[in-house]
């Protein structure tokens, strides 16, 4: 009797969680990934943001599902899929499958400005994170070096385009940044009187959150010095000023985190997206018209019962993945699959140093305590007792010594940094 | 009363410990390095073989000398010195001294074939060690997805040139990591089928060793199951091939541990040159003619009272160094300088788990105790507490576990892995 041969397209929280929920089913199991590790994206701000490395956050795909002995992991990038052929074209060969899971996520958004990327980037992969540390901590030496005070200024305006968790967090370490870490190592310039403006286009931080969470959030910021821009749109983004609502900002770093949209993937499937470019999934997350097929993760617009769309966070792609690997379970029994119910466990967000929010529902935290259970939750979720036991011991050292481990600015396409002639540090 | 103006080029162990071995000097000093960081060059095989991270062998020099009053530092690239003016060029300004300590170190050599560099990367910065990391992981990456057994061979070969103690520890480190650390991770290869093979052109490993020392480290490394080539010149490196002597080994991961040159910046200083590119200095390490300019570290060409040249290793960078600035001082009392004599204190390599070789004159270890003394050394002269704890424990856990915590393949360039079409992952 031959098994189901299951194909996972992305090794993140939808991909991985699937795979390992069919531990103990009846397939055969590839699980294809363009890199060779599992990436615990909440953290990635603080990659970003020199507390954490690279590897406290990532753990190798193949090593993590090593004992699972239904299942093999490929390195490899899927370019389209032949649904009526049940193949998925790679850059570099073939897969056949009898059922297939795509769990490919997103990437940014620039909302048609696409032009905006190379001044801005984003915060999706490890190595965007190493770009941000890379222009942050150029721009504070940079500043050390300008002599011209105009110039100096605008090396130590750090503008964050997003007010969702991300850009929160994001700009609640910048700030701590510039006011801790950074303290005594300068001697030309004051690291603490550099700006961190945050800039939201809706009327408060964390929409999706409770209104007196937002107003939380934002309040904590200010007690960080950090400046908060609501009800503000950017139109314009250069290698040298923003320019948001009516102001324009003089600004060399500029950190974006206002948008995603659904990996290029899901084009080839020729079903129906939305605007974002999600895949519209059945009740049962598969594609219309192909029962076999499933989208999870950020990939997928899924309806909840309020009409309101599952939103793009880690708890929603791990329930998806799971729960689509009981479908699949209950497919090969010959049993209808079920219907999708997200269940929203709450919400998080950590602000700089011993403070935050979290909106758990009935319970609504703020301050120390929300901090404490956003550490724990993420160390829970981490993936890896190794990384656990080093992210925790790399927080206690950075809350005793208020400072940052992973301060290096790298760069692997040339050697060190290149100052362009006109007394600017080039970026590249 | 005006304070000299010292000028340091290179945060390496040379202008590091030069720097603070003048902090109670009523001197002015400003260190100028291309990086913000300072590097432990001695660990970066482990960087480029994932068992730590870039972070925990480099301290922010800025940081490290955050204290020392009479320091400031600066992110530059010199270009050339003008001595007769006793100014510093720039990428992207200039720089005055009254004293200047030039540090820059050394660079890769390929003995005329420049043109090996591509496939051949050597191990003398970050990058370098990232680049090695990603080409070994993805060999094995590559050799789980070919088909054709010649190609899968070719992928499951990896040559190390150049015994000396960079390439032992590399060659050991990469049979630990076929044989211990990917073991159950893949489905189609068995990783330990791979091959290491050093070479070396000289008679034995480790030449500047004792004899018994080289065979004790030769047979450690074959106890690893690393094939070892002496007496062997290597005359050809392709990005698929290695002619060493008579034998042309099929590979498509070589690695460069076989020469080093100066930096170029000793070009621009008019002083006598030996072969290496290394400054003949005077015995107070100064150029000679120019009693405030000092070289010191690998680009100094140093004798011995024996007639053989200090050995380009970071205890006779941190000697001279220290050396320097008591001359400085002497000087700014007037008084004569004093020759430099190198105290070497011993040699050490590593060879893969708890085994190794030390040879500390009249005492000279092989095996566990040696790789014991390795570690001691190592965690002594790295710099920064934090770095000392999470290198310990990133080791422990590695020698309990038998795994390394490090194992991304990450690529700033783009996106993942680009395959080429004929089924080679392309080198990027």
Chains 1, 2 share one sequence.
Not at 171 to 198: C, K, Y
Not at 317 to 340: C, S, W, Y
Request: net charge positive; aromatic share 8%.
């Amino acid at each position: 009797m031959n098994e189901k041969r299951i194909v996972i397209i992305g090794g993140g929280f939808g991909g991985l969680y699937a795979a390992k929920a069919l531990r103990r089913a009846p397939v055969r199991i590839t699980l294809v990934d363009r890199r060779n590790y599992h990436l615990f994206q909440p953290l990635l701000y603080q990659v970003a943001t020199a507390a954490l490395n690279p590897s406290d956050i990532a753990a190798p795909i193949r090593s993590v599902l090593r004992k699972q002995e239904n299942v093999s992991v490929i390195l490899g990038d899927a370019t389209s899929i032949d649904l009526d052929r049940k193949l998925i074209q790679l850059a570099d060969g073939q897969l056949a499958y009898d059922i297939l899971i795509i769990a490919t996520g997103a990437t940014h958004s620039y909302f048609g400005h696409a032009e905006w990327e190379q001044n801005a980037p984003g915060l999706k992969t490890i190595e965007d994170a190493l770009e941000i540390r890379r222009r942050v901590f150029l721009a504070f030496e940079a500043a050390e070096r300008e002599s011209d005070p105009e110039r100096q200024r605008a090396w130590l305006n750090f503008v964050v385009i997003g007010g969702g968790p991300t850009g929160v967090e994001l700009a609640g370490a910048l700030s701590e940044i510039a006011r801790q870490t950074m303290l005594r190592d300068f001697r030309r310039i004051n690291p603490s009187s550099a700006r961190v403006i945050l800039i939201e286009g809706m009327d408060r931080l964390l929409p999706p959150y409770p209104p007196d969470l937002s107003a939380k959030a934002a309040a904590q910021l200010q007690a960080l010095g950090v400046e908060v821009m609501t009800k503000t749109t950017v139109t314009r983004v250069t290698d040298h000023d923003v320019a948001a609502g009516e102001t324009i900002i003089p600004t060399r770093t500029v950190l974006w985190a206002a948008g995603v949209q659904a990996s290029p993937l899901a084009h080839s499937l020729g079903a129906p997206l939305d605007r974002a470019g999600r895949v519209l999934v059945a009740p049962d997350l598969s594609v219309p018209g192909h029962p076999e097929v499933f989208v999870i993760g950020d990939l997928a617009a899924v309806m909840q019962s309020d009409g309101k769309p599952v939103p793009g966070v880690a708890p929603a792609a791990i329930q998806e993945g799971e729960h689509t690997a009981k479908n699949i379970v209950r497919m090969l029994d010959d049993k209808p699959t079920l219907p999708f119910h997200y269940r929203d466990k709450g919400s998080l967000a950590t602000i700089g140093r011993a403070a935050g929010v979290a909106d758990f529902g009935r319970i609504r935290l703020s301050g120390f305590i929300a901090w404490a259970a956003w550490l724990g939750v993420h160390i829970f979720f981490l993936i890896g007792f190794r990384n656990r036991l080093l992210v925790i011991l790399q927080w206690a050292w950075a809350y005793v010594t208020f400072q940052r481990g992973a301060r290096l600015i790298t760069d692997p396409r040339s050697v060190g940094v290149s100052p362009a002639a006109d007394g600017r540090l080039a970026r590249r």
